[in-house]
């Protein structure tokens, strides 16, 4: 069975460096893209950046200058790092199987992290 | 970067119904569009890939149709448990987008 299991702190200050992990089960890192994605509290769907087995990634240029998506095949784990949190960064944010690579679909999901920027 | 529109944002329906939901790029994007359906609280559960191919353990109503930038969701004849808001999702150009979602509820 298929899990990817989420981790991270979800109260932050502003200005703070968000950071979050996905561990994946049953499934394996190899020829897949894993995906960061978030959704503020009543919104849409916003796509963060992406990361292969080879530690290949690739990055929504919204966000690519405060954004790093790391691999850590060992351990199963990708992560996501987001540095200089405004109230603009609070969000639900999910780790997902897919993206601008194979699969070219979000089939398998994290159970979601909130976060909350405040000072 | 790729635009997204869907069409309605937000409909009322009754168990039965047909409903279609439309999804539209700004350039095409092929086969490579994606549905997915939300409940509140909830990740988004993928529905239908690559425009038309039903995710396994989706029920057989959901269906995809469409190529190029013009697509469509359909549900043949709507269940209670199919109140939710769908988006459609973009994974041919990067930056991977989703449309900004269709609320379906009951009327």
């Known amino acids: 069975q298929v899990q990817l299991q989420q981790g991270g702190a979800g109260l932050l200050k502003p200005s703070e460096t968000l950071s979050l992990t996905c561990g994946v089960y049953?499934?394996?890192?190899?020829?897949?893209?894993w995906s960061w994605i978030r959704q503020p509290p009543g919104g849409g769907l916003e796509w963060i950046g992406e990361?292969?087995?080879?530690?290949?990634?690739t990055y929504n240029p919204s966000l690519q200058s405060r954004v790093t998506i790391s691999i850590d095949t060992t351990r199963n784990q990708f992560s996501l790092k987001l540095s200089s949190v405004t109230a603009a960064d609070a969000a639900v944010y999910y780790c997902?199987?897919?993206?601008?690579?194979?699969?070219?679909?979000?089939?398998?999901w994290g159970q979601g992290s909130l976060v909350t920027v405040s000072s | 970067d790729m635009q997204m529109t869907q069409s309605p944002s937000s409909l009322s329906a009754s168990v039965g119904d047909r409903v279609t939901i439309t999804c539209r790029t700004s350039l095409s994007v092929t086969k490579y569009l994606n549905w997915y359906q939300q409940k509140p609280g909830k990740a988004p559960k993928l529905l239908i890939y690559?425009?038309?191919n039903l995710q396994s353990g989706v029920p057989s109503r959901f269906s995809g149709s469409g190529s190029g930038t013009d697509f469509t969701l359909t549900i043949s004849s709507l269940r209670p448990e199919d109140f939710a808001t769908y988006y459609c999702?973009?994974?041919?150009?990067?930056?991977?987008?989703f449309g900004p979602g269709t609320k379906v509820d009951i009327k």
């Open positions: 690559e425009a038309s």
């Open positions: 990361i292969n087995q080879s530690g290949r990634t």
């Open positions: 999702q973009q994974s041919y150009s990067s930056p991977v987008a």
């Open positions: 997902a199987r897919g993206g601008y690579g194979q699969p070219f679909y979000f089939d398998y």
């Open positions: 049953g499934v394996s890192f190899s020829g897949n893209y």
